[in-house]
């Protein structure tokens, strides 16, 4: 992968302040899904790049002038932070589509969006309240605080590479910690371009440190590294599970955002037109290529034929090509690699016995050039034991299950390892309800599906992630509680072999 090539764009890491080549002095190329070409070369970090900017991180949340601001001075740096960036969002999203082939329809408007992480957050850096506890004890005094946990180590996917930082670093920063990131080896580039942001925002040397490189050699040592105190992670749940084992061996904390196999669950009572768009939102927006596909699609017996032969028309009509036009609606699969593992899974949908609607094949239209492209796909006759119904494909590949009633629907809405999110069409809110309380996600949407805030909770159920990100809770997921007890009385010490 190394390349001397010297027309593509050189970036540099950023680390302890500096911007700086890998130790190594090596390089890999980051390609154009669109064209399938190289576009830029970014620096191939390994375990002496993670060292030096973990020591950075650390002598920043230990000793630098980052450890002694107040809680206040926090926050104002960090919506400066979001001031600079919306300035910027246009020409990050523009980086974001020519890196991962993601819609400039979308990626400009998420640009736009994910600035409210950071101020959402800047804004609750100064109200981590500890509290004074009665304590039962006379004579005592007894408060808690809560404190950074230290160093973060971030490792992020490419499907939505600088929404899901900010998920991380807003609360990250707000809490008092520093991070060392390590973005996707698919997708480093908005990460680079961001960081100049972040210098420009008058963050202290160390605070935030970027190692780009591949999992085994930049992400791997992160993890390991005995001065990160944890790892917060979003990617595959291989991947997932191999970081939460490395990363008990340290003791380090985690939270977990993993894959999912979504069921987008439509009943005959369903508002059918919206329900048919929402299907399609689900699965073929972003290529199918999110967390949160609705991947497969659970119809009522009695509306199925119907409702198919209505996705399948609007399915057909969706415009692909240059993601970096407007008015294109499907783009490129962001990777090689992934662009064979879906069509793997067709290939395996074919073998199962399930049949094709719509699709089935890589895109060959000419607007879609040499780019990866898979058509719209989707598959009927599921039953939900096959594969392409259990398995994330992370493609634009819709799986569809009839069902006869509300109980079936639980049933195999729930019979999945996953439980990210979960989609209901239904125009009887007594239903909605239950199936919300039944369905085992960590996000339920009713007559929606795909929306997301700063403010709301979000997280996977069972093999779908550990803890939550967004919502003024989660931002304990990056401090600890300490408890500090003052005998105020002055009286004689007790009996020191006795617990008090
Ligand atoms: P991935 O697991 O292959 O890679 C994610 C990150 O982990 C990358 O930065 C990669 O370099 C790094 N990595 C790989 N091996 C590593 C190792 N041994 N040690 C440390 N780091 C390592 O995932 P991906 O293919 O980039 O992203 C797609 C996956 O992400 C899908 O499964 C998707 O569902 C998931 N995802 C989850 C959410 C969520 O919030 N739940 C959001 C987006 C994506």
Redesign the pocket.
Known sequence: MDSGAQVLEKYKMYIGGEWVEAASGRYFETDNPYTASPWALIPRGETADVDRAVEAAHKAVTAGPWAKLTATARGAMIRNLADLLALDADRLAAIEVKDNGKLIAEMSAQCRYLVQWYYYYAGLADKIEGAVIPIDKPGFFNYTRWEPLGVVGM??????PLL?LA?KLAPCLAAGNTAVI??????SASTLEFMKIVEKAGFPPGVVNVVT????E???P??DHPKVAK?A????????V??YE?AARGMKKVT?????KSPNIVFADANIENAVKGVISGIFAATG?????GSRLLVQRSIHDAFVEKLVALGKTARMGDPAKMETQVGPVT?VA?YNKVLDYIAIGKKEGAEIALGGAKATRPECGKGWFVEPTVFTGVRNSMRIAQE?I?GPVLSVIPFADDEEAIAIGNDVVYG?AAGVWTQNMGRAITMAERLQA?TVWINTYRAVSYLSP???YKR??VGR?SGQEMIKEYLQLKSVWIDVSNAEAPNPFVLR
């Open positions: 490792i992020v996917p490419w499907n939505s899901l998920w390590k973005p996707s080896e698919y997708t490189g591949f999992g085994a930049a992400g791997s992160l993890v790892i992670f979003t990617g595959s749940d291989a991947t997932g191999r970081i490395q977990m955002e993993l894959g999912g290529q999110t967390c949160i596909a990777n992934q994330e992370f990210l960590g979000f997280g996977g779908s992630g990100e």
